[in-house]
């Protein structure tokens, strides 16, 4: 084996410019890859670390079964009809909440249960007038079973259990509207035409713009008096030990149950689902620079064999066997992928260090003063595993071809 | 048995073209043998199938007793490696390594370590009088020096066959006549030489002479 690494570093070594244009490619693909990955995972990391935080792991909301049997029934079951305008068969609320809060906190899995009442509605500051989600919650019960708290700007919660008139406004809300302090007065207006002016506490800033935009957190008892629906919750949100059994958890909670139970895999699917997209077309983009910058090394290790010919001729005479030829230029692929390697991570990590300071105003799904970059060790070693593949791949043709060759045709031809 | 190569009706046909025909042939350990003939008579093909190097289409070949199997190209390469060394007309040094490197590269791969390899490399080179040129590319040697350092590589790791096909086809008389006599020592030493050449005047070098033509042997001889 030391004869073959001889051969290798030998000839590697005699040919510095292609070596170095090889490497580089190695390299760039590999940088390539870290920061592509980086960037993408950063940013869906970051994302599902909020909604995580932020969003109930499984909602128990009503089913939102509609009324179209009872009408087929009434009419005649064997007619084919069509069913326009079917009214939903439930009203939007959890009868006997409190012994089911109490039943789902019996669950080791559960952590804690929450309960909110939840409205559309609109919120009027001056001329300005903007519609919202209002979300009716109890705080000391909302502290236990989410990390609503730590999103919130001056951390005052606990205001909503002093203060009736007391509400939380979504940062987006507030800037739109032009609230840049808290002790304003808005006005919201709920769906049954009832008004009221509140006073503005705190600001709820999660940097995800879907919900900065629409969310109003208020007391439980304030929006249950003002919709005229007392005692009444339409929504149970649960946090779990396990984020990933949520969906597992929800089936499970779903068949002992007669509410609909939602994980909050199933709540985002939809993003998740964009999130695979983005995935396939980033690492689509990332194999390609890669494939391209094996070339490289294909070029270097083919020009090699049709170059040292005569050399294989003889080391085959000498009794090499066809395996070792291809080892010796297996081994410069391999020998080029290492320098490349290391010139990558040292690339890769400068230009995850300058993506981390930049500063740029991000608003789309999130908001960021910069990049979301997740600078794990996995991006490096799947971009070495990656870059290696493709480095075998490149090189193993023309060790091949080398391996193959015919000493007695190379000798009579010179 | 004191032959160390014996072939008994080998014969190569390439696209039905008889390069070879029913070739009879022992060679004893020790001896130094000329296979002589015009260009294109099969004395290089031949020299290829002794060498293990190509596969004949008929005939047995024998190597220190040992009936060689063909198709089992592993065993060939181990041979070739054991037992036969190689010199051409043409020298195929590796460029990209330095004389004491090509030296070495055939005992490194048979195993011997980076430090025994080298010391054994420069005791050869010292003998074929190439002392002080160990560490120069290849490029700046002579033709003649280049000859020397792939007898010096074919003659590392103690082949009992030496096969040398035309090595002096590419030397003056001066360089020839060194090599020659290199050889000669070579085989005092013990090793068993086949000398493929077309220059007459060499055959005095060789205890026996083998003329071939159209792929057939016609003579052998003792040179005078």
């Given at each position: 084996m030391q004869a073959i690494f001889f051969l290798t570093l030998a000839l590697v070594r005699k040919r510095k410019k292609q070596t170095l244009v090889a490497l580089f490619g190695v390299a760039i693909g590999f940088t390539a890859f870290v920061v592509m990955s980086s960037l993408m995972f950063g940013f869906q990391k970051y994302f599902i670390q909020q909604v995580i935080d932020l969003e109930p792991h499984l909602m128990i909301k009503p089913k939102e079964e509609l009324d179209e049997k009872r009408i087929i029934k009434v009419i005649d079951p064997q007619a084919l009809v069509k069913v326009l305008g079917a009214k939903p068969k439930e009203k939007d609320r959890i009868l006997g909440w409190r012994d089911l809060v109490k039943k789902l906190e019996s669950y080791p899995e559960v952590i804690g249960v929450t309960y909110q009442l939840q409205a559309k509605g609109v919120i009027k500051y001056g001329a300005k007038e903007k519609p919202v989600s209002l979300i009716g919650i109890e705080p000391a019960r909302e502290a236990k079973a989410s990390s609503i708290e730590k999103f919130l700007t001056l951390k005052r919660l606990d205001t909503l259990s002093r203060n009736p008139e007391a509400l939380i406004l979504g940062a987006i809300i507030a800037r739109d509207l032009g609230i840049k302090e808290i002790g304003k007065k808005v006005l919201l207006t709920f769906p049954?035409?009832?008004?009221?002016?509140?006073?503005?506490?705190?600001?709820?800033?999660?940097?995800?713009?879907?919900?900065?935009?629409?969310?109003?957190?208020?007391?439980?008892?304030?929006?249950?008096?003002?919709?005229?629906?007392?005692?009444?919750?339409?929504?149970?949100?649960?946090?779990?030990?396990?984020?990933?059994?949520?969906?597992?958890?929800?089936?499970?909670?779903?068949?002992?149950?007669?509410?609909?139970?939602?994980?909050?895999?199933?709540?985002?699917?939809?993003?998740?689902?964009?999130?695979?997209?983005?995935?396939?077309?980033?690492?689509?983009?990332?194999?390609?620079?890669?494939?391209?910058?094996?070339?490289?090394?294909?070029?270097?290790?083919?020009?090699?064999?049709?170059?040292?010919?005569?050399?294989?001729?003889i080391l085959l005479a000498m009794g090499y066997q066809p395996r070792e030829i291809v080892l010796i230029f297996l081994f410069c692929g391999i020998v080029l992928w290492i320098l490349g390697s290391i010139l990558g991570i040292i690339l890769a990590y400068l230009l995850e260090s300058y993506l981390a300071q930049v500063e740029i105003g991000v608003e789309g799904l999130i908001r960021s003063k910069g990049f979301m970059l997740d600078r794990s060790v996995r991006n490096y070693l799947l971009g070495l595993l990656f870059t290696l593949i493709f480095t075998i791949g490149a090189s193993f043709y023309p060790s091949y071809k080398a391996s193959r060759l015919n000493p007695v045709e190379i000798f009579r031809s010179y | 048995m004191d032959w160390i190569i014996k072939a008994e009706g080998l014969s190569k046909f390439i696209a039905r073209e008889r390069i070879l025909q029913n070739i009879h042939l022992e060679i004893r350990e020790g001896e130094f043998v000329a296979l002589i003939g015009p260009s294109g008579s099969g004395k290089s093909s031949l020299l290829y199938l002794l060498g293990l190097l190509d596969e004949p289409s008929g005939g047995t070949l024998w190597l220190e007793g040992e009936r060689i199997n063909f198709a089992d190209k592993t065993s060939l390469a181990r041979l070739r490696r054991d037992k036969i060394g190689f010199v051409f007309q043409f020298h195929y040094l590796i460029p990209e390594l330095t004389v004491l490197e090509n030296v070495m590269l055939p005992l490194l791969h048979k195993g011997e370590n980076f430090s025994t390899a080298k010391s054994k490399a420069q005791s050869l080179l010292h003998t074929l009088g190439l002392s002080g040129k160990e560490n120069r590319p290849i490029y700046e040697l002579s033709g003649g020096e280049m000859q020397r350092v792939s007898i010096a590589r074919a003659l590392s790791y103690n082949p009992k066959i030496l096969l040398c096909d035309e090595p002096t086809g590419n030397l003056d008389s001066k360089n020839t006549l060194k090599v020659m006599e290199l050889l000669a020592e070579i085989n005092k030493e013990g090793t068993t030489i086949l000398l493929v050449t077309h220059d007459l005047s060499l055959t005095r070098f060789a205890h026996r002479v083998i003329e071939i033509l159209d792929g057939q042997i016609v003579k052998e001889y003792v040179p005078t």
């Open positions: 049954n035409g009832a008004t009221k002016l509140m006073k503005v506490e705190d600001f709820f800033n999660s940097g995800i713009t879907n919900i900065d935009n629409t969310r109003i957190y208020l007391p439980l008892k304030t929006l249950q008096s003002l919709l005229d629906r007392p005692n009444e919750v339409n929504l149970l949100a649960l946090r779990i030990r396990d984020v990933n059994r949520a969906e597992e958890l929800a089936r499970k909670i779903g068949k002992e149950i007669r509410y609909e139970v939602e994980s909050w895999q199933r709540a985002y699917l939809n993003f998740l689902k964009i999130f695979k997209v983005q995935n396939i077309i980033t690492y689509m983009i990332v194999f390609a620079i890669i494939l391209v910058s094996s070339f490289g090394i294909f070029n270097i290790i083919y020009m090699m064999v049709v170059d040292k010919r005569k050399e294989i001729a | -």
